[in-house]
């Protein structure tokens, strides 16, 4: 079989457009890869730069931290020697005040009492034990160191007489006298008045 086109035949004129020389498009494609060298250039540049300023900040931070660091130090040494300091003052002045205490205790004690034994603690609590020749001499006492200043509370624990049983070997004065025990409490700050 045979195939014939039977259409008509159609001509078409292609006509040439206007054709621009290809130099310029050269030269722009040129500035292009150029100031985008010329970017890459300078970003290239602001990153290395950059990464020293960061490696120069590093070196002071680490030296800030060193400064800091010998700063707390100090600090702590500071404190630690003002806690030594005001350990040892405290204890001249906690000395002071017992030289003072035992003072106003001799000068209040009554001339037929004697003490014999003081015991006391951190916490202000003392004990006290003594002799004398009379239960009113152990009240007018208790009066007296009550009125020191050192001493918030007093009380009697223990008041005996000798007995004759107790005679041998001691004397006339331990067979007669009077044993008494206070107990009671105290501040080295004096009270208010």
């Known amino acids: 079989m045979i195939k014939v086109n039977l259409q008509p035949k159609i001509v078409i004129e292609i006509k040439e457009g206007v054709q621009l020389p290809l130099?310029?498009?050269?030269?722009?494609?040129?500035v292009i890869v150029?100031?985008?060298i010329s970017f890459y250039?300078?970003?290239?540049?602001?990153?290395?730069?950059?990464?020293?300023?960061?490696?120069?900040?590093?070196?002071?931070?680490?030296?800030?931290?060193?400064?800091?660091?010998?700063y707390e130090e100090a600090t702590n040494e500071r404190k630690y020697l003002q806690g030594k300091r005001d350990f040892v003052y405290g204890i001249s002045k906690n000395q002071k005040l017992w030289v003072d205490f035992f003072d106003e205790?001799?000068?209040?004690?009554?001339?037929?009492?004697?003490?014999?034994?003081?015991?006391?603690?951190?916490?202000?609590?003392?004990?006290?034990?003594?002799?004398?020749?009379?239960?009113?001499?152990?009240?007018?006492?208790?009066?007296?160191?009550?009125?020191?200043?050192?001493?918030?509370?007093?009380?009697l624990e223990n008041a005996s007489a000798g007995t004759a049983g107790e005679v041998a070997g001691k004397t006339v004065g331990e067979v007669v006298s009077k044993?008494?025990?206070?107990?009671g409490t105290m501040s080295l700050v004096p009270k208010k008045k």
């Open 179 to 183: 044993r008494f025990q206070l107990r």
């Open 41 to 70: 250039w300078n970003m290239n540049t602001k990153i290395i730069s950059s990464r020293a300023e960061i490696r120069k900040l590093d070196f002071k931070l680490r030296d800030f931290q060193r400064i800091i660091k010998e």
């Open 105 to 155: 205790l001799k000068s209040s004690m009554p001339t037929d009492v004697w003490i014999t034994r003081f015991e006391g603690n951190r916490t202000g609590e003392f004990r006290m034990e003594g002799n004398t020749y009379s239960y009113s001499a152990i009240g007018f006492l208790m009066l007296q160191l009550y009125s020191i200043d050192y001493i918030t509370s007093i009380s």
């Open 23 to 30: 130099w310029p498009v050269g030269v722009f494609g040129a």
């Open 34 to 36: 150029i100031a985008m």
